[in-house]
């Protein structure tokens, strides 16, 4: 009775050992969720995937004969916009992608003589003050100039004490990160391009060709070590290897695309070999010599039996090799560098969403905000690419059944 | 069984969430000890920052030596020091003026409340000087480079930039010049430049600002192509004119200095070099913590070691 409820007792406590522990792992996970998503959630929005990192400035005047506008707005504002009837702008207070408080125009009647204005620029065509544009300052002759940095009301207050501006200075919005995400995509694309075929090759090798001695003994296991290698010492190899000699080879003048996703090629190698090898091994040796039995040469075998059936575990390789390109960021501020760029080329600066991320931390005062919104961009991507090659392979498989039943 | 621990697990559960809730409400509750010692945050010695902060409260040579310092203090970049005075109630740090924000407390200095109208009429005397320094003439990329820079300069000095200046919390000099009235002096503003690029680096914390003014300056100036790079106030002369440096990738047209140029530094003439803005530094204090202004003094003595605990001050 009494060795029954001893067992019990100790039962009990081994099972709120399991209990206890996935509840914390739990709760970690779901904290920093919360986390993420109750700093990031307020700038999701569509323009800051769609816009540009560089805002276009503008300088402009006003022409010469245009009339004040005396008009009434046309639409309904809200108590933060702060409306000028005598200029037919309406303007308020916002926080813009990168954090920082901006004057935003939210409307423009179309007689008023700032809907359309004067380039100061070298450009010739007038500009169009739209909505959505952040003003930086207005000056007046003999009169204080507004600054963006006191508000809407006190610049609506300004313009409705004047008759007549002398410049004003409006920009689009920036902070975008459309270019990152750009170089990401380009960097997945390019890093599975160089380090696929090398990795399941050398897969087929080491499982189908490889005698089973001490070289290839010691191959595996230097392989294995690489996995575990910290991704800045890849960065500091790409910086002294693959910079320069993309640097030679290309038009390119210092870190760059391409050298970035060698760099990420090489830190993917050792993963993709493993799950290819493995997913090898799984496959019945009785496929292979039903191969051989039937005529089949050991290349025709390797590659037209065995290959194939090998391929949702190469899919599980890619999918764990995206993930690792998408979330890298050490070794890339070494191979491609830390210059967030609109226009993506190969032989480029620019940087993926990761490295964004550290450049918006790194600002001062750090872009916290932007940065957990970025995190959930990203974990939003792993998620659709995850559920992507579920559905790929499951076609695959079922095509596969198709075929031999 | 099963159940009695689901339960358990459930009721763990919701007692870490609320303890998480609860912490962040009760910080703003509980007493100041004055008996506690004072913890010392600091920018590194390569900061503009710790040199207008040090040389403003009288202990210069705390502005590139460590070990003048009171034992364990720490170092901290701007960010670190203003999201840790926001948590650490017995510390004390410094901050530029354009990053005080309303989780810290800016104490006066002798007297002066850290305003940016206290500053523009030099009452507030705990500040530092924003500098501009250029390559040698005819050192440059280009001609049109050289002309760009210079029209920057000129520019610098104009109502507008100081707008711009303003604008980004730093204090202007003061103008009474536009841009309009000297533009016609600068002929390489009138034609397209967007395939030009000019380099500008230098100081970090001056870099919000001279991104703000070349964003203003572009389209002034045919929309030149304005490259950031700012890695410290000592890259200001090393990039530009340092004959080791200047000519390497790294090298840059116009670089900052968010103190006054020293030593090598001042041997670059006169016509190189030159002031932009002033910027106020603020030493800061935890909301919690009841002292509401220093002196040079109290502050000398809190980072020199004099001082230990809060009680010191108040004393």
Not at chain 1, 164 to 177: H, P, V
Not at chain 1, 196 to 201: R, S, T
Not at chain 2, 40 to 65: H, L, N, P, W
Not at chain 2, 199 to 215: E, P
Request: hydrophobic content about 40%; glycine content about 8%; proline content about 3%.
């Amino acid at each position: 009775m009494s060795k029954n409820k001893k067992r019990k007792a100790s039962d009990f406590v081994l099972n709120s050992i399991t209990y206890l522990s996935s509840t914390v792992s739990l709760i970690t996970l779901l904290g920093i969720l919360i986390f993420i998503f109750g700093q990031g959630f307020k700038l999701l929005n569509v323009d800051l995937l769609v816009e540009n990192f560089e805002s276009q400035g503008y300088v402009a005047d006003l022409y010469d004969n245009v009339r004040l506008c005396n008009c009434e707005p046309t639409i309904e504002f809200d108590e933060n916009t702060y409306y000028s009837p005598k200029w037919g702008v309406a303007l308020s207070d916002t926080t813009d992608l990168l954090g920082r408080t901006v004057v935003k125009v939210e409307f423009v009647d179309k007689d008023s003589p700032l809907y359309k204005v004067r380039d100061k620029g070298i450009g010739n065509d007038p500009i169009e003050l739209r909505d959505e544009y952040h003003i930086i300052r207005i000056a007046f002759d003999e009169y204080p100039t507004a600054l963006s940095r006191y508000g809407s009301e006190n610049m609506i207050n300004y313009l409705e004490a004047n008759d007549s501006l002398r410049e004003i200075e409006f920009q689009t919005e920036g902070g975008g990160i459309r270019g990152s995400i750009i170089t990401t995509l380009y960097l997945i694309v390019l890093t599975l391009a160089f380090a696929l075929p090398i990795g399941i090759a050398a897969a087929i090798y080491l499982n189908e060709y490889a005698p089973a001695n001490k070289v290839t003994k010691l191959m595996r296991s230097l392989i294995e070590t690489l996995t575990g290698v910290p991704s800045i010492i890849y960065g500091l190899m790409g910086l002294a290897v693959f910079v320069p000699l993309t640097v030679k080879l290309t038009s390119a003048t210092g870190g760059n695309l391409l050298s970035g996703a060698m760099t990420l090629a090489v830190i993917l190698l050792p993963i993709i070999i493993r799950t290819t090898e493995e997913s090898l091994k799984v496959i019945p040796d009785d496929y292979r010599q039903a191969s051989l039995a039937l005529g089949a040469s050991k290349t025709q075998t390797t590659f037209q039996i065995v290959l194939p059936s090998a391929v949702p575990g190469i899919m599980t390789a890619t999918l764990l090799a995206i993930g690792r390109i998408i979330g890298e960021s050490a070794a890339l501020v070494f191979a491609i560098g830390t210059a967030i760029k609109d226009e993506v080329s190969l032989t480029g600066k620019s940087t993926s969403l990761a490295v964004h991320i550290w450049a918006m931390m790194t600002d001062e005062p750090a872009n916290i905000e932007l940065s957990a919104t970025i995190a959930i961009i990203i974990m939003f991507i792993v998620v659709i690419l995850n559920i992507l090659i579920k559905i790929i392979s499951g076609r695959y498989m079922k095509r596969k059944m198709g075929v031999s039943s | 069984m099963k159940k009695i621990l689901s339960i358990l697990t459930m009721l763990l559960l919701g007692v870490s969430l609320i303890a998480c809730g609860e912490k962040t409400t009760t910080v703003s509750t509980s007493s100041f000890d004055e008996t506690k010692t004072i913890n010392v945050y600091t920018r590194d010695t390569t900061s503009g920052t710790r040199t207008g902060f040090m040389e403003g409260i009288g202990f210069a040579e705390a502005a590139t030596s460590d070990s003048v310092l009171v034992e364990g203090f720490l170092i901290k970049d701007n960010t670190g020091i203003l999201s840790t005075i926001g948590i650490d109630e017995y510390g004390i740090g410094y901050v530029s003026l354009s990053s005080v924000n309303n989780t810290i407390k800016g104490l006066s200095f002798n007297g002066v409340a850290p305003t940016e109208a206290n500053v523009i009429n030099d009452t507030y005397g705990l500040k530092r000087p924003f500098m501009w320094m250029l390559r040698a003439d005819g050192d440059y990329p280009s001609q049109d480079v050289e002309d760009i820079v210079n029209a920057f300069v000129a520019f610098l000095g104009t109502t507008d930039g100081g707008d711009i200046i303003n604008n980004q919390g730093a204090i202007a000099l003061p103008s009474t010049t536009t841009w309009d009235s000297i533009k016609a002096n600068h002929d390489v503003c009138i034609q397209d430049n967007s395939d030009i690029t000019v380099r500008f680096g230098g100081s970090d914390s001056i870099q919000k600002v001279a991104q703000a003014l070349t964003a203003a300056f572009m389209p002034k100036c045919g929309n030149f192509v304005a490259e950031h790079d700012h890695t410290g106030s000592s890259d200001a002369y090393k990039r530009t004119n340092d004959p080791a440096i200047k000519d390497t990738s790294v090298g840059k047209d116009v670089g900052f200095a968010s103190r006054n140029f020293r030593g090598a530094e001042l041997e670059v003439p006169a016509i190189q070099r030159g002031q932009l803005a002033w910027d106020a530094i603020v030493a800061i204090v935890n909301l919690n913590n009841p002292l509401t202004g220093v002196t040079a003094e109290d502050l000398k003595k809190m980072y020199d070691g004099t001082y230990t605990t809060w009680a010191d001050i108040q004393g």
